[in-house]
């Protein structure tokens, strides 16, 4: 075999590889950012029932030990 082509086989090979690692990176960050934006929209939701006690609640809390 040709050393060209040896190099040539290796580099598409290598080529091939960082394709699927650059496209697993892409998926992940995809993943996290549908992950964060869950995480948002339960702050939300928790923070809008919260929004809806009555005012005063909490205030003379004892949490000494």
Same mark, same amino acid.
């Given at each position: 075999?040709?050393?060209?082509?040896? *190099?040539?086989?290796?580099?598409?090979?290598?080529? &091939?590889?960082?394709?699927?690692?650059?496209? @697993?990176?892409? @998926?992940? $960050?995809?993943?996290?950012?549908? *992950?964060?934006?869950?995480?948002?929209?339960?702050?939300?939701? $928790?923070?809008? &029932?919260?929004? *809806?006690?009555?005012?005063?609640?909490?205030? $003379?809390?004892?949490? *000494?030990?």
């Amino acid at each position: 075999m040709d050393v060209a082509l040896a *190099s040539a086989l290796m580099n598409a090979q290598v080529g &091939r590889l960082q394709l699927a690692v650059a496209a @697993r990176m892409l @998926r992940m $960050n995809s993943d996290a950012a549908a *992950s964060a934006v869950e995480v948002i929209e339960a702050a939300q939701q $928790n923070f809008d &029932r919260l929004g *809806s006690a009555a005012a005063g609640i909490g205030a $003379n809390l004892d949490v *000494s030990v």
